[in-house]
Structure formats: C-alpha cells, structure tokens
C-alpha cells in the first residue's frame, strides 16, 4: 500500500449537544483520488473544516506526509500543503483571476512583482494540468466551470499537494463536471492526493480509487470503488436499504390540463432561449423535459409560472388560456391550480430568513383559511406547517425554526409540501432534487409519482438524466430552445444523450 | 481683470474649502473599501478639530496639536472598530454613537478647561500651519495669467492642503499596487475569502479603522488650525456627511473622489462668493438660498447623475465564520 498523505486518529469534534465528529479514524493514500459519502449533515464538511483548520477538533490526531500536523488556521493548513476547493466559492468577485490566485500569498509588500510571479506560475500550471483560464478576465465574468478552476489554481499556486473538494459538482453542468473529473485524474497522475466529498455516488464511482462513507458523524465504512456498488454505497449512507430505483405502474394518462402552443421566450439579455415550443401535459402523467443546463428549460418554465413573459404564443390551463404577454400574477396562476416548485430554492422558493411555517404557506397565505380577518391566524399556520412537516418527514420537526437552518433536502421538501398540499391541477417542477441526498432523493422522488397517481398533470424539468428517465412517462428532449425529440420512458441513455447534444436534428435535416 | 481675478480667488478658495471634505471622503474610502461603514466621520473630525486646537493652544505647538488630533481621532475611530469589528455591532448605530459623543464631549470639555463658552482660546500664527510660499511666488505674480496661478493656486497653502492632495495618488497606490491594498478590497468584497487565504479578517479591517482615524484627524486639525485659529463648537458642519456623499459620488475611487471633493468644495466657494451680489437677470438672491447650494445639488447628484455607484459587497455586515 501507497504511503499515507493524511491520516485522521480519533478526532472527535462538538457544537453544543451536537457530536459532529465522533472517534473519525481515516487514511487518505498519497497519490489516490479518495471520496467521502454521506448525506448531509453526516459530519463531511466538519471533517474537512478541521482539516483546513476552520475549526480545531476537541480531540484526536492529524498526520500529514506521516508527520503529526498541528493545523490551527487556514495557514498552517496551506503550509502543509492543504488546499481547499471549496462549496461556494473563496473568490473577490471583482478582482481579476491573477489577483485572486495572490491574494494572500502575495511575495512581498508590493504586488508588481507578485503578479508577473504568478503570471508565468500559471501558465506551467496551464501545461501541466490543462488548466487553462485568462489571468486577466474578471472573475464575476467566468462561467461557474471556470471560475471553480480558478480555485483549483489558487491552492495549486500554494504548492497545495493534498486538494480537497468539497461538493464540487453541484453547480456545474454535466459537461463541466467531466472536464474536472478530467482535470482531478491528472492531478492524480502528476502525483497530487485529491479528496472529493460529495453525496453523488455516481461520481464517487466514476472517479474515486477508494471511497469512506460517513454517517452520524461517524465514518462507517472505507471501501476500494472497485470492489463496491452505488445500491451498497447508498445502504451504508442511509443505514437502510434504498429504492435507487422507483417503482411505478403504467400510466393511465386523462385530458389535456396543460398545453404549449407556439411559445416564444427570451432572456434578459434578448436571447431567443424558447424557440417555438408545443407540447401537452395530460391528467395523471409526468413529463419529463431532458437537456443539457442552459438549452431553454429554465425560461420555458419559468415562462409557464409566469415569472418571464413570453415575446409569442399560448399557454393553456385546462383549456383557457393564460396571459403570457406580461409578467403575469403568480397568484393567480395558483389560484387556477398552477403550483410551482422552482428550480432555484434559494433564490425564487424560499425565504430563508423567515421560519419553516411562514415558508410553509408563503404564496397561500392569503387563502381564507390561514387568517383570522387582516391578521394571520397563526396557530392555524402552525398546525398546518406540523401536519406537513408530518406527511413529508422534514426534519428536524421544529415549524419555528429558521428555514435557512434546514439542509437542503429538508428545505427542498418544505416547498414540495408547500405546493403538492394545495391539490393542483397542474405541478411544474424544476429540478428537484438538486443538492438533495440520497435518502431524500428516494422520498421526493415517491412523492412525484403519488401526485401523477393521484391524477395530476407533472411537468418536470431537470438536468440529471436517470432522474427524468426513473419518473418520467414521455420525455421531451429541449436543445438550443427548441424540443428536439419525444421519447418514451424506455429510452436508452445514449439515445437520449445524442438528442441532448442536437446529433438527431441533425440527421433529420440531412 | 476683474474676471479674472474673481476667478482665481474662487478657484484659490474652492481649494482650501475641499481639503476637510477630500481628507474625510479619503478616510472613510479606507473603512468603506474594508467593509467597514463609517458615518462617524464627521464625529471622529469634530473630534480631531477639538483635541488639536487645545493641544495646539496649550503647549503651543502645531505639530503638537497635529498628533493630538489624529491620536485622538485613531482613538474614536478603534471604538468604532471595537464595536463593529470584535463585537460584530451594527456600524451605523456605532457610527451615529461617535457622532454624539464628540459633539457633546467636545463643548463639554472645551468649557471645563478653557472656560470660553466651548470654544479653545485663539491660536497664535506660531501655533497654526502657515501658508507656504514657494520660491518665486512673489517675483513672478505680476506675470500675466500663469503668474497668479502660480502664487495663489499652487503656493501659498498651509501644508496639509499639500498633504491633502498628495494622499489622492497614494492612496491609489497603496490600493492598487500594495500587497495591504489588494487585501484591504478584498475584504471589503469577500471577506471569506480573504479568511480562507490565511489571513486575519479582524486585524486587516482594524488596520483600515486606524488609516481613517489618522485622516480625519488631520481633516479636524486642519479646520481648527488652518481653516480656522482654534475650535468652534459643531465647526464640522456636516462636512463629514457630505464626505460619505462624496465617496458614493467618487464611486469609491481615490481620484474620483478628488474630484467629487473639489465639485463640493466650488459650490461652497461659489455660494460664498455670491452672497449678496446680485446675479445677472435673476437680481438678489437670499443667502440662506446659496448656503442651500451645495446640499440640493447633493442630493440632485446623488439622485440621478452617478448612474449605478455599486458599494463594497461586504459593506456594513460584519464577517462570521460560517459553518
């Protein structure tokens, strides 16, 4: 066996009554690419703030390089040779790529020769690892992909040999999340140790050697990939065995409750994103619309929510037709049985400075039910947020609590419940499980199914492709605005790949 | 020769009127760009004014009174860093607390030692920053147009008008091409990232509260030593806040705000200058009218003028490590 790059002995770590990090004992070999699982909340990011000394455990030893390491600031971590890519990005927004990559490890008190240092530093960085981005751009004007690479550079430019990452891949595209699998097997290749921690097992499995799976704050199992499976991986996650796959019967399609017709729509900027789009959705059906992020899904949807407006076309809602035109009345659009689920929880679901139960009716708080003349009536409010937080197992239970206390499965499922209980006609969901775990994947997933069982119209949009094709009764495939192909459920994941990246069109204009 | 001469001497004063107003407005860009709001500014420069004309008056010196000044100003001005740095306050009401403070404490304390109604005894020309005169000012005023130009608008100034202007290109320089200055923005825009980077968030910020203690200290002692002989209660005026409304003007830009500072301080000259002379076609104008000046076209300027003047990110939140 390899020598170890880091090695965990007994770190124990609390807040309060919470046992964050309980006994962690764990191997990281030099020159492996190791994943950490676990859903979150599991302890995975405390694990690797005391890593990169955000905090200092109670208890336990770090050795890196073999060495005992005492790491009690972000320094002595980047002198060891830590780096940290991490969640939400460590970026000055406004400086360019070569003043974030000095920032703090700048050669002396004034910047002209620290920049042209990091100028040429980063172009051998660019030939050894293929990382290529302007060091003159600015780096609120980088893609998400780009500007992830940018973080890699700066821990790269620390002369960082062990790179963790945490959660890289939740915002980036598929396409962008293969070109950093890429760029980690090299860095493996060139002999660097790289710690991905994330909660999706397929990229623990495409990319990792040897994989630890925590739960509880504890690590319950260390695994080599190859000899493991996701349906293992998941089980050791939950502490349950877990459906991966979702059971369903055949569909039982009704009438038409949500059609499309002609829809044009575009962006802010003037960009034709919806180009000509129809479709129907009927009673008790999901359709599922696939596609590589940034092809039109987002502005159909939020077209069809009456967020955006559309420059031409119809939408109709049970046959009568909604005014696109303008920005229309969200909630009117609810009152005619329209719910939307959001793509962006953060942004467009959720206030996360208000508590679970003010969350739990925001849109419906109008509704007769939830006042007592001009005032809300809030023991009702409370009594319908704990039947909810009941029915869909939000945990911790607690309808007073800050929602933005809540992980993101658990605040995923709170705008679920929010819409899914006001018995729409019609449900328009974006992607909605996305930065949710495995446990909660299972249960939102069941949800879905029960609405359309239930005879609902479900239009789903969603970036991950085993997430369209598991729910999905037909599959619409949206490139560069415009639906491309119609599939049925069984559609092998090549087919629907090659219609995603617009070969089909292709083939049936030549 | 007249217009002319007119001309010159409202320039000549426009400058001597802008020099509080840039050294404030330069003082809260170091706090603001760190990510730390100061409307204390007018506090920590009445302040300033108070302890340098008492220190002056007293053991007759300026230079004395100069240090006084700044030491006391840092001193309000790491209050200020105490309460919205360490204990995480809310900067404004920290802020307005400092405006109080020195407004009070400075009558109160100037009539227990001076006993001259809250006023500091008049300083002697020995105790002020003179005007300094260039070499040659005088042989060459009597040339034609360059000549006055030279003797009233560049020399003859006290030296901290000198001071003033010359903290304009350094305190670009240290911004943008000191190893403090990058970290200085970078906090003030992202401070997590600047923790992340190993260095001290807390210790960084509190460097910048100290940079703007030392200037508007030297903002008051030049009110109370060059502009004027001595304190007067409430001699600030609220030049502190047309400072802040200068910043936001400058975008928050050491040269920009040169030049807002200047604008501020030809309105003010201006409406000095055309009290009581009637204007052309409009006849006589009220004075209080033209003091009014500036502070409408503050307000205009800031209203619809500056396009999007978009502030530090990290402005006024103090910084807590996330989980």
Redesign the interface.
């Known amino acids: 066996m390899a020598k170890a790059a880091i090695e965990l002995v007994g770190i124990n770590k609390s807040?309060g009554p919470v046992h964050a990090n309980r006994d962690i004992n764990l191997e990281v070999a030099k020159g492996s690419i190791h994943g950490i699982v676990g859903e979150n909340g599991a302890g995975k990011?405390?694990l690797m703030?005391i890593l990169?000394g955000?905090y200092q455990a109670d208890s336990g030893e770090i050795r890196v390089g073999g060495k005992p390491a005492s790491i009690r600031?972000?320094?002595d971590?980047?002198a060891a040779g830590i780096g940290?890519v991490?969640q939400?990005f460590?970026?000055?927004?406004?400086?360019t790529v070569l003043?974030?990559v000095?920032?703090?490890?700048?050669s002396?008190?004034?910047?002209?020769s620290?920049i042209a240092k990091a100028r040429s530093e980063l172009l051998r960085l660019e030939r050894e690892y293929g990382l290529q981005v302007n060091p003159d751009a600015l780096v609120e004007e980088l893609p998400v992909g780009l500007q992830q690479r940018v973080e890699i550079l700066?821990a790269l430019y620390r002369g960082a040999e062990i790179l963790i990452l945490d959660e890289p891949t939740g915002v980036l595209t598929p396409a962008e999340a293969d070109h950093l699998f890429r760029i980690l097997k090299q860095l493996k290749e060139q002999g660097k140790t790289v710690v991905l921690i994330t909660h999706k097992l397929r990229e623990i499995m495409a990319v990792t050697d040897t994989v630890s799976v925590m739960r509880q704050g504890t690590v319950v199992a260390t695994r080599e990939t190859a000899r493991t499976t996701v349906e293992e991986l998941a089980e050791l996650m939950v502490g349950r065995r877990v459906l991966l796959r979702v059971q369903k019967d055949a569909a039982t399609p009704g009438e038409v409750k949500l059609s499309v017709r002609n829809l044009v729509v575009k962006d802010s900027r003037g960009v034709t994103m919806v180009n000509d789009v129809s479709f129907d959705v009927r009673a008790g059906e999901i359709v599922g619309i696939a596609g590589v992020a940034g092809n039109g899904q987002s502005e159909l949807l939020e077209a069809i929510a009456g967020i955006r407006h559309a420059v031409s076309g119809s939408v109709l809602l049970d046959g009568k037709p909604l005014d696109t035109t303008g920005p229309a009345d969200p909630a009117k659009l609810r009152k005619r049985g329209l719910a939307h689920v959001p793509e962006d929880r953060h942004h467009v679901g959720l206030v996360l400075a208000f508590e679970e139960n003010e969350n739990s009716i925001l849109g419906y708080h109008g509704q007769p039910r939830y006042r007592k003349g001009p005032l809300l009536d809030v023991s009702e409010i409370l009594a319908d947020a704990k039947d909810k937080i009941e029915k869909y197992d939000i945990r911790p239970p607690n309808p007073r609590l800050k929602t933005a206390n809540f992980s993101g499965g658990n605040q995923q499922k709170i705008v679920l419940a929010r819409e899914m209980e006001q018995d729409p006609t019609v449900l328009v969901v974006g992607q909605p499980t996305r930065g949710v775990d495995v446990g909660a994947i299972e249960f939102i997933h069941r949800r879905l199914i029960a609405m359309r069982d239930a005879g609902k119209a479900v239009l789903l949009v969603s970036v991950e492709l085993d997430e369209i094709r598991a729910l999905s009764d037909r599959i619409l495939v949206m490139f560069d605005g415009r639906i491309v192909g119609e599939r049925g459920p069984d559609a092998s994941e090549a087919e629907l790949g090659l219609l995603m990246a617009g070969i089909e069109q292709k083939e049936t204009v030549a | 020769m007249d217009v002319f001469n007119i001309v010159i001497q409202t320039l000549d004063s426009t400058i001597r009127l802008s020099v509080p107003l840039l050294l404030a407005c330069l003082a809260g860009l170091y706090s603001e760009r760190s990510g730390i709001f100061d409307i204390g500014l007018e506090g920590k420069m009445l302040a300033g004014a108070f302890a340098s004309a008492a220190a002056a008056s007293v053991f007759h010196s300026a230079w004395l009174g100069l240090g006084m000044g700044i030491l006391i100003s840092v001193g309000l001005a790491l209050v200020h860093g105490f309460a919205s740095i360490t204990h995480r306050g809310n900067q404004i009401v920290s802020g307005v607390a400092i405006n109080f403070i020195a407004a009070g404490s400075t009558i109160i304390l100037g009539q227990a030692w001076f006993q001259q109604g809250g006023r500091t005894p008049a300083l002697a020309p020995s105790e002020r920053f003179e005007a300094i005169t260039f070499p040659g000012a005088t042989a060459l005023r009597e040339v034609p147009v360059l000549g006055p130009i030279y003797a009233e608008l560049i020399s003859g100034h006290s030296l901290l008008v000198y001071v003033a202007f010359l903290a304009v290109p350094f305190t670009w320089w240290v911004l943008f091409r000191t190893r403090f200055g990058l970290r200085l923005r970078a906090v003030g825009e992202n401070p997590a990232a600047v923790d992340t980077a190993g260095i001290s968030v807390e210790w960084l910020r509190y460097r910048a509260v100290i940079c703007t203690g030392v200037l508007t200290g030297i903002a008051g002692a030049y009110l109370a030593m060059v502009q004027n002989a001595g304190f007067v209660k409430d001699m600030t005026a609220g030049k502190g806040f047309i400072a802040l409304a200068a910043l936001i003007f400058a975008k928050w830009k050491p040269v920009n705000a040169m030049f807002a500072c200047l604008l501020f301080g030809f309105l003010d000259a201006l409406s000095i200058r055309l009290q009581g002379s009637p204007l052309p076609f409009i006849g006589r104008v009220p004075a209080q009218f033209m003091q009014a000046l500036p502070y409408v076209l503050t307000v205009v300027l800031l209203a619809g003028f500056i396009g999007k003047a978009i502030p530090p990110k990290a402005g006024g939140v103090p910084y807590v490590k996330e989980r």
């Open positions: 807040f990011s405390t703030s990169y955000f600031s972000s320094n971590a980047i940290m991490h939400h460590m970026l000055v927004d406004n400086f003043e974030n000095i920032l703090g490890a700048e002396n008190a004034l910047l002209n620290s700066k």
